[in-house]
């Protein structure tokens, strides 16, 4: 094991959102490599969190059932020595219908945890999931951690707002914090019920269930895919290195795939099913970013994270998953 996984046996670690699809994948390795697992989640509905996500790990890791708008949350951080947050909302399109609770979620919540960590538990290390959304329409690719900010949607402009507020936590209150900018992360465990929280966990359900896939416009737009366990080494080297503290990193795959060729991949694996292409709906339209891939260098150098798993045997491992527990997730 390298030593940023080392970092964590014996240690206190709490994960909000840890009910979650990344989260729990991460209580799930934390727990396997001898923390002391706090999953922190408040299980609302249709936001991701899932018991079964932790199920075999009921005796490893210790679960708390709380809104991290709150009180709650002085009493769970002391005593922590690592907090990964990644409690939020990622819908896009919610976060358009629905501005308010977005806010609260992505910005206010937020500082209940830091201004927690400010009074009781000031030692305590934070990373922050944050999000590509933020960038917007790229203005040039391979996107850096330089690029304007300029997001096209409500979720974007509060997960700035999140991101800026554990910066300034870190440089003016001297809590340790960094963001991690994820991009398209998939695998086990993520929610497939519905579509609002990405494309991928949609067409997966779809290919599982041999139904046809329907790809907005001609299905020539380019992303970069994270298998999750991927994700989750990057959040182990950010929790345990200080060359993360005060810093924002890109995550991001190898190379970018257009959807159509995702989609024709993930049909090929599953054995099922089939795609068309259809018109943007208009709502969509407005807000999609059309290409968008990361530049990931700034990370390799500093912690010495990359993407190791390659998209075909990361789909393949979640479709199999998919097939053994499709009645938890749907």
Request: net charge negative; with cysteine.
């Amino acid at each position: 094991m390298g030593d940023h996984r080392d970092f964590y046996r014996g240690r206190r670690v709490m994960v909000t959102g840890g009910l979650g699809f990344i989260g729990s994948n991460l209580c799930r390795t934390l727990a396997d490599l001898g923390a002391q697992v706090l999953a922190v989640d408040s299980l609302l509905p249709d936001y991701g969190g899932n018991p079964f996500n932790l199920a075999g790990y009921e005796d490893k890791v210790r679960i708390n059932v709380a809104d991290v708008r709150g009180h709650a949350m002085k009493h769970l951080v002391r005593g922590q020595e690592v907090l990964f947050n990644l409690a939020g909302q990622v819908s896009h399109m919610d976060s358009m219908t629905d501005p308010f609770t977005d806010l609260e979620i992505n910005c206010t919540s937020q500082l209940w945890i830091l201004e927690a960590l400010r009074q009781f538990n000031a030692d305590c290390k934070v990373v922050y999931a944050g999000t590509r959304q933020i960038y917007g329409k790229p203005r040039y690719l391979p996107v850096d951690e330089q690029h304007l900010l300029n997001p096209t949607d409500v979720n974007g402009i509060n997960k700035i707002s999140g991101e800026f507020y554990h910066l300034v936590y870190n440089s003016v209150h001297g809590i340790r914090a960094c963001s991690l900018r994820l991009t398209n992360t998939y695998g086990p465990r993520q929610l497939i019920r519905h579509n609002r929280q990405g494309f991928i966990g949609w067409f997966m359900k779809q290919v599982v269930l041999g139904e046809q896939i329907q790809i907005y416009g001609d299905g020539a737009q380019r992303r970069d895919f994270d298998y999750v366990d991927d994700t989750v080494d990057a959040f182990l080297r950010a929790g345990a290195m200080e060359q993360a503290d005060g810093e924002v990193f890109n995550l991001g795959g190898d190379a970018p795939v257009s959807l159509r060729d995702l989609t024709e991949l993930m049909i090929e694996l599953a054995g099922r099913g089939s795609y068309r292409l259809i018109p943007f709906p208009e709502e969509r339209k407005k807000i999609d970013i059309g290409d968008f891939y990361a530049d990931t260098s700034k990370i390799k150098a500093a912690l010495g994270w990359q993407p190791v798993t390659k998209l075909r045997d990361g789909l393949a491992r979640t479709i199999a998953y998919y097939d053994a527990h499709k009645e938890h997730y749907l």
